[in-house]
């Protein structure tokens, strides 16, 4: 199936430093979702877009839906130590199928 | 209110036999989706059920099977298993299937192990 592309793989940041992570896809797509996973549990909803163009906060995680429809962004400002995890960006187009990234694992540093 | 539940949590199984996983949705959902995710990729979508009937399905083979009860529960079977089938299993659920303002929320999974 199809996977989408996530960047960076990794990264490692002191604490209270801002983060970036992009996804992108060979597709265009009608909803982008970002997840956070912590080990051995299921992903955790943080932000839903629906909208090409479109900026949503979620506290210190902001999202956007790219204007192309092939990508989307998150960003976390002040980074804390329970930022740490798995974020995976997930796309569909049709609602029935969602096709996920593979994943940027954050590490925060104290 | 309760989110996803899935059971059981964990399983051991041995090559060729046969595995029954369970999803419970969240109250007022009709959607259920399966999802397989092996070590340190992200999930994979296997099917989707939506009142009853299957919406979707993923690029795996005919082992894989699942259905959706009248109380919008789900169960995912796999058959003759094999090594590779050892993975997490997560199951989400959805309001409906109108898309784009669609969403899924994941259940924790069940983690298969296939000696």
């Known amino acids: 199936g199809q996977q989408l592309n996530q960047s960076p793989q990794s990264m490692f940041i002191q604490e209270g430093e801002d983060v970036s992570m992009n996804c992108t896809s060979s597709s265009i797509f009608n909803t982008w979702l970002w997840y956070k996973q912590d080990p051995g549990e299921g992903p955790v909803l943080l932000i839903a877009l629906y909208k090409a163009g479109e900026l949503t906060s979620n506290g210190r995680l902001t999202a956007q839906f790219g204007i192309t429809r092939k990508d989307s962004f998150l960003n976390i400002s002040a980074s804390i130590p329970s930022d740490v995890g798995i974020y995976f960006c997930?796309?569909?187009?049709?609602?029935?199928?969602?096709?996920f990234g593979t994943g940027t694992s954050l590490t925060v540093i104290p | 209110d309760a989110g996803v539940t899935q059971s059981p949590t964990h399983l051991i199984k041995t090559r060729g036999q046969h595995v029954t996983l369970r999803c419970s949705p969240i109250s007022g959902h009709k959607s259920v989706s399966w999802y397989q995710q092996v070590l340190g990729q992200g999930p994979q979508f296997i099917f989707q059920?939506?009142?009853?009937?299957?919406?979707g399905r993923g690029n795996f083979p005919d082992r894989f099977s699942a259905r959706q009860f009248p109380n919008y529960s789900s169960e995912l079977n796999v058959n003759a298993l094999l090594l590779g089938d050892s993975a997490l299993y997560l199951c989400?659920?959805?309001?409906?299937?109108?898309?784009?303002?669609?969403?899924?929320?994941f259940g924790p999974g069940t983690r298969l192990l296939v000696l």
């Open positions: 059920y939506y009142e009853k009937e299957e919406r």
């Open positions: 989400a659920s959805s309001l409906t299937l109108i898309a784009p303002q669609e969403t899924q929320y």
């Open positions: 997930a796309g569909s187009n049709t609602g029935n199928q969602f096709y």
